[in-house]
Structures are given as structure tokens and as C-alpha cells.
């Protein structure tokens, strides 16, 4: 009681629920293509920009992402993941790349209103894993910046066949 008191008590407790509140639902019927668990991730695109991070231990750049919790669905790690490391509760709608690969990449879509900025407040959930959250053109992005350089020709090409979604 001490220590709420002395850190301001009902705020604290508010930031800390906030900062650990559980991710959104993701429905427990997988999408009919990947109901298996793997690491997975997002591709989000909004106008002309992709969501990526910045790793903390390389200071690299790469999309949201990271390992399952099974029996989690690919889909909902994806789901999962990019609301861990970013603040924003997305929608896995298809799957980009074959259940055969060890990384299982989504077309994700930010639930909610939300505004393109090129440097994004990082949730205190992520502060152990990212440093940043960016909206990047991806055309821009130096090669020399990236977590994974090899797979950006191919990352690009699917962000260029994605629908254009808006941030409001």
C-alpha cells in the first residue's frame, strides 16, 4: 500500500493494467488455411506505409513478429505479436507466405482508428524486445537497416499486391 501510495496509487495500478492487459481475442476458428501453431507475423500497410520494428539487441528494422504459444493458431500469434510489439490490434485476413515455410507472414489489418506517424510511442510491454515502431516507405528503407536484408525484394513485392488501407 506504501508503494502505491508513494507512486501515486490509482494511476499506477491503471498504467500497469494497461501496459499488461491481455492481447485482444483472436477467434479460437483458425482461418481455413492455418490452424496449426507457428511463429508468425504481420505485413500492415496503410497508403504508401509499412508498419515495421526496431529490434533492441541487433537495432534493426523487421515486421512484427514472433514465436507461437501452442496450441495458438499461426494466425493469432501473428495477431499476438504485432499487438505485443506495437499497441495495434490487428485482424490476420490471408496468409502471404506457405505453411511449409518456418515463418508464417499474414496481411494484417489495424482494427480500430489510428494515425500514420513516422515514429510510433512503443508499448511498455515491448520496451525488453523493440526500441522503435515506424511506419516506413518501404522503398526508402536502406538495406544496411534491415533484421533480414535477403528477404526485403520479396517483402516489397508482396507489399506492392496489397490492398491500400488508410489510417484515419
Known amino acids: ?16 493494467h494497461a501496459a499488461w492487459a491481455g492481447p485482444p481475442a483472436c477467434p479460437r476458428e483458425p482461418l481455413r488455411f492455418q490452424a496449426s501453431p507457428a511463429n508468425a507475423g504481420c505485413l500492415v500497410r496503410s497508403g504508401r506505409h509499412l508498419l515495421v520494428v526496431r529490434d533492441r539487441l541487433s537495432g534493426k528494422l523487421g515486421l512484427p513478429g514472433g514465436r507461437s504459444i501452442p496450441p495458438e493458431p499461426a494466425h493469432c500469434t501473428a495477431e499476438r505479436e504485432t499487438w505485443e510489439e ?10 502471404l507466405t506457405g505453411p511449409s515455410s518456418d515463418f508464417r507472414l499474414y496481411h494484417c489489418r489495424i482494427v480500430g482508428a489510428y494515425q500514420i506517424r513516422e515514429k510510433v510511442a512503443r508499448p511498455l510491454r515491448a520496451a525488453l524486445e523493440i526500441e ?7 522503398t526508402a528503407v536502406d538495406r544496411e537497416d534491415l533484421r533480414f536484408p535477403a528477404h526485403w525484394p520479396y517483402l516489397l513485392e508482396l507489399f506492392e499486391r496489397l490492398p491500400i488501407a488508410e489510417g484515419s
Open 86 to 95: 506495437t499497441g495495434y490490434a490487428v485482424t490476420a485476413e490471408r496468409l
Open 132 to 138: 522503435a515502431i515506424h511506419w516506413v516507405i518501404p
Open 1 to 16: 500500500m506504501a508503494v502505491f501510495r508513494f507512486l501515486g496509487g490509482c494511476c499506477l495500478v491503471f498504467a500497469v
